[in-house]
C-alpha cells in the first residue's frame, strides 16, 4: 500500500519568511496529492491539491511542487502570516480507482511575529 | 461553516455507555467518511460509505457501528469504549471516491471523544 512521509514534523517562522513542508511517497500510480490545513478546534480543510501531470500549482501565496521522479511533492507557504500558524498535512491517492487516501502525519506550523 | 456538520463537538462518556455521534452535509456529495485523529497518529480511516454503501471497513472494532441512512448523514454509534479511544473524530465527504475524485475532502469539526 501507499506509504507517505511529511517532515519537518514542527517548523517555525518570522513573519513575511518563507515555510517549506516536504512529503513523500512510495506508490508510482499516485497521481492525485492534496494538502489540508487544520487550525486548532477545527477539522482538516483542502487548501491547494495538485495532480500527476502538473508540476507546479500556485494560488496566491501557496504554491506546491511535484517531483513524480523522485516521488516527492512540497508546499510553499510565501510571506508567512501568524494565521498561517495550523497543522499542515499531506495525503496520496489514485484518481480514477479505488485506493484509500493515505495521510502524512502532519507539519505544525507556527509564525513567530 | 465548512458544509460538513458534526454533533455533537464535545463528548465525555464513561466505559458503560452507549451514545452515537452525528455528520451531516448538503453538499450534494455522495461519499462519507468516518477518520479518527490521535496525537501524533497519521489520519486513520475508519469507515467510507458511497451512496450510503458501506464500500469499507478498516478493520475497526465492532464497538464502533456505522450506520448510513442516506446520502446526507452518517452516524457513529458507539459502546463499551476503551480509554484508548478518545481521539478526535472527523466526519468528511467527497464527490467521488478515492481522494475525493481528485477534488479532496470536506471535513466537518469534529467530536473531541473521551472515555473516562
Known amino acids: 500500500g501507499e506509504n507517505v512521509e511529511q517532515h519537518p514534523s514542527t517548523l517555525s517562522v518570522q513573519e513575511g519568511d518563507s515555510a517549506v513542508i516536504k512529503c513523500t511517497y512510495s506508490?508510482?500510480?499516485?497521481?492525485?496529492f492534496p494538502w489540508y490545513k487544520q487550525e486548532l478546534g477545527k477539522g482538516p480543510q483542502l487548501i491547494i491539491d495538485i495532480r500527476s501531470n502538473v508540476g507546479e500549482k500556485k494560488d496566491q501565496r501557496i504554491a506546491v511542487t511535484l517531483n513524480k521522479t523522485a516521488k516527492h511533492f512540497s508546499l510553499h507557504i510565501t510571506e508567512t502570516q501568524p494565521e498561517d500558524s495550523a497543522v499542515y498535512f499531506c495525503a496520496a491517492s489514485l484518481v480514477g480507482g479505488y485506493q484509500k487516501v493515505t495521510f502524512g502525519t502532519g507539519t505544525k506550523l507556527q509564525v513567530i511575529p | 461553516e465548512t458544509g460538513v456538520t458534526q454533533t455533537p463537538r464535545h463528548l465525555v462518556m464513561g466505559m458503560t455507555n452507549k451514545k452515537s455521534l452525528k455528520c451531516e452535509q448538503h453538499l450534494g456529495h455522495n461519499a462519507m467518511y468516518w477518520y479518527k485523529q490521535s496525537a501524533k497518529k497519521p489520519l486513520e480511516l475508519m469507515f467510507v460509505y458511497n451512496f450510503k454503501e458501506q464500500t469499507e471497513n478498516n478493520s475497526v472494532p465492532s464497538r464502533f457501528s456505522p450506520e448510513c441512512p442516506n446520502s446526507s448523514h452518517l452516524f457513529l454509534h458507539l459502546h463499551t469504549l476503551q480509554p484508548e479511544d478518545s481521539a478526535l473524530y472527523l466526519c468528511?465527504?467527497?464527490?467521488?471516491?478515492?481522494?475525493?475524485?481528485?477534488?479532496?475532502?470536506?471535513f466537518g469539526s469534529g467530536t473531541r471523544l473521551t472515555v473516562v
Open positions: 468528511a465527504s467527497s464527490q467521488g471516491l478515492a481522494g475525493g475524485g481528485g477534488r479532496g475532502y470536506t
Open positions: 506508490d508510482s500510480a499516485s497521481n492525485y
